[in-house]
């Protein structure tokens, strides 16, 4: 079956362009997105010149729209489940389900591979959980973690060895960079990643604090 779709001959075109003379006007767009042959020789035409630029400007433009949507798009997913993370802890009827419904979020929902919870008092009910640990406030383990605990400020990124030690224990090879939420009065929040690109220095904080706010409110709730 032949192709019922008729391909324009340049001149075709042209013909038509020159019968319809204001035909760029309609789409302005268009414009920025043709070549236009430069004069021959060592110069180029002012219009030539101006042309390219605001075609690069156009380029660079269309690429950064595409980014901030992008960004967007990771925000709203990154709200909806901080949402939903903060009305799940609400609906637990222990300190210990609230702990679980914590680190299944951050597990499943998070990306996080490896994740661990740090807490300064222990919580009925999870004694063998392998992702809890308990060690006091004053316990020589948290050393390392002094000054993250008593500003309470997010970490993202490479930890030093002795932090993975105590955070991942015989697993702590297997990580490469943590999420890591001191929450000051609680214990500590880990999510670890097999991926050295997922957690970075200066990536966004907001939803971390945000999820740690919550788990300190619902525990509260049973102290």
Not at 78 to 93: G, I, N
Not at 212 to 217: F, H, K, W
């Amino acid at each position: 079956m032949s192709d019922s779709s008729e391909k324009l001959a340049g001149h075709e075109v042209a013909a038509w362009l020159r019968r319809h003379p204001g035909f760029l006007k309609q789409f302005p767009d268009l414009a920025l997105t043709l070549v236009v042959p430069r004069d021959d020789g060592p110069t180029a035409s002012l219009a030539s010149y101006q042309l390219d630029v605001l075609r690069d400007k156009n380029r660079e433009l269309s690429r950064r729209l595409a980014d901030l949507g992008h960004t967007a798009q990771i925000n709203e997913r990154l709200a909806v489940r901080t949402h939903q993370l903060t009305l799940a802890l609400m609906k637990q009827d222990s300190a210990a389900d609230t702990l679980r419904a914590m680190a299944a979020t951050l597990e499943e929902d998070f990306d996080g591979d490896l994740v661990r919870l740090v807490v300064h008092t222990p919580v009925a009910g999870l004694e063998q959980a392998p992702w809890l640990q308990v060690l006091a406030a004053d316990s020589p383990l948290l050393g390392p973690f002094r000054d993250c605990l008593k500003d309470g400020e997010p970490i993202c990124g490479r930890l030093q060895p002795e932090k993975n030690a105590v955070l991942y224990g015989g697993r702590a090879e297997e990580i490469q960079t943590t999420a890591l939420l001191p929450l000051p009065g609680v214990g500590l929040i880990a999510v670890g990643s097999h991926d050295p690109n997922r957690f970075y220095p200066g990536m966004g904080t907001l939803f971390l604090r945000m999820m740690g706010e919550s788990l300190a409110v619902a525990l509260q709730r049973f102290g």
